[in-house]
């Protein structure tokens, strides 16, 4: 979660709501109230949300997988015109990552190296910022995972070499910390 927590350190300026109630308020506001397109992004019936909307029953005692969906629902609506102007900033003036990870390589043949701790600054390439957000909306800490390494990756070889990215897999674990920011 620790690049997942630093995009949105950087780019939202406060977090989602922390209890189940005001995570569901605030899907059911996105929604405009409309218990229908609640009920199929949360994977439930559309009784059972309005069950949840009179209060008789407490989102709070719904099954662990209904929360989750719930966060991350909301977390994908959470603050979308601040998102989409740092987004359209990074594009403009380019993203830099810097973080102290420990970085290995795989290839066909396994592991060629054994991850050593490495602090490393580099500037994401701007065909991966538009991933970069998407992961970011979706909470999807394992894509973003791939998408730094790739970021970092320039450092360990040339592109257009026979090292290339399809030959040499990067991959960044133990991170000590990551930044991102604005380059200039």
Known sequence: MKIFNALRAKFQTRDIPKTPR?????LLRREKGNTAKVAERLGVS???VQRLVK???KIENSKPETLGRLESEV???????VTAKAQKEAQERGLVIETRAAVGFTSDAGTTDDPRMRRL????????IPEVFE???NGDEAKLNELAAKAVSPYFYTPGTAANE???GIELTDIDYVEFDFRG
């Open 46 to 48: 559309r009784r059972q």
């Open 135 to 137: 992961a970011m909306r």
């Open 166 to 168: 399809d030959e040499l």
């Open 55 to 57: 209060g008789e029953r």
């Open 75 to 81: 977390r994908k609506d959470h603050q979308p015109r």
């Open 121 to 128: 600054t580099e500037e994401v390439p701007p065909e991966l």
């Open 22 to 26: 005001g995570r569901f308020n605030a």
